[in-house]
């Protein structure tokens, strides 16, 4: 990719001209240092106009309908007049595209609309650099005037909790009478819920749909803790008969109010700031740990004794963290 | 404390001497270097001796009733032959106390068995500290013929995650009908627990006690991913009619053999000293960041400057970690 200058991505992406929001994005993906230096102008110069969006991740393990309740969600949003973007975050969930356009041809109808912006999941890198990335596309998107952005995860991965991180609404798409579908979700994900929806509500399915609401209400109230302002609610949908579609969006809108009004809102976005920072410093950390060259010539032979129970764990993390002296 | 010869520590250990395991205890906890060179001399050689005991973790909050289960479970394992020691982790645990004697008093039967030792909640530190001096003095108490081990901690704190990497079987105790003890109870506890126990199951509260193991089990297999070869149960149990107790010891020995049979035994064990070294590292990364003399004067003007949204959180993070070079 030809770089431009920096003026040229800030300008298209505050024009809201869609060609080069996904230029911008490219450039932030991309670990070149020569982009990364004009990608950290960029964000730096439209931090301050973003933070105005809805937040949304949605997460999900295949085969509970993700996509198709997005694009729903989305088509929805359309007609209440919302600018939304969808972003992908884990690379695995290309698997089921197979391309680029893995992600537009599972949302058709979102994808030509043009108040819609669909980006699919990079190509790789760390989860860190993932998440972050996902981070810094959502500002760039924000400063290109989307009110909603939906940033999606496969709910089996490990990108969960960060995107959790990042959102002000997490939703974790369910089925009703599918314990099975918990041998594939990640752990503590519902320790991450504002709300659990169980989809695919509709015909034969409705009355297992309501049963699977309570049970799931009664498990959440039991297990999960629940902050004074909020107790995660248990939805249903529908992609089918769009039954519930709205009173998500209705939930999540309720959920801003309800936390504006304690100051939650403003202590969340804060709190968000700093633990992204704090992510980013443990993986520069650890990044620097790794590539040191002792580190990497000892640590396999040092990790084999310790599992083996020759060397005490921390005489050993002993002999590593004096290597890096 | 003068200190002595390694040798006086390792044979006074291995020949079952309490008041030579206290003191070694003490000195593992010790932060003076003299000290902390001599506690790795002593772990090193006791370390391959280490590891037949049952080590289990206890956690529930204040008011579930966990010192006396502690005792009278403890009492039990006396009854069947089996020496045990009870380490606490909490610094905070000792505010019930309030002195070095806390602990012993909370447990009066138990604290004069001889077959029994009791250790105190070691006074402070930091959590990584407190979890990995508890680690040592399981391997000297194992090294000391100790043939349980049970760390307790108080379900609130932050060392839960830490303790269920350090035991084979973690055991959360819980009240019947008691939502609100959720209110205090660590987030993702129960992603951590091998069973969940319903304390006061006796008298009027036997029932409810029923009504609340039916609740949890559901609720566990609704939420909470099982493992192939282990499914959570949910036992009741009481300190007044003692109903249960056995029950317990009788599912964790399960527990062992199954996982023994699959192998599972052996894999936890090991991954736990990796996770162990790990966790040593990570601590020890972090320590060197937060020392850096630059890192020291820099940090609570940018932490205060990515709170306030005036600076990208990635921008930030890299002026952070350019100041290490």
Redesign the interface.
Known sequence: MKIKKPEYYINGVLEQNMRVLAKTITLIESTLPEHQNTA?II??KL??DS?KAVRIGITGVPGVGKSTFIENFGMMLIREKQNVAVLAVDPSSRKSGGSIMGDKTRMEKLSVEKNAFIRPSPSGGTLGGVA?KT??TM?ICESAGFDVIIVETVGVGQSETAVASMVDFFLVLMLAGA?DE??G?K??I??LADAVAINKADGDNIKKAQLAKH??E?????????SASWSVPVLTCSAVTLDGIEDIWETILEHRKKLTSTGEYTEK??KQ??E??WA???E???S??FENTNIKKLLPGI?RE?????K???????E??SL?K
Do not use: C, H, T
């Open positions: 950290k964000i730096d931090l301050p933070g972050g981070r810094e500002i314990g918990l041998q979700l752990k503590g519902f320790e049970e799931y009664s498990a959440l109230s039991l297990l999960i803790q629940q976005r804060r700031s700093l992204w920072m980013l410093l443990e520069g950390l650890k620097r740990f990790s310790v599992e083996k129970g020759r005490a764990p921390n005489v050993a993390a002993n590593l963290l890096l």
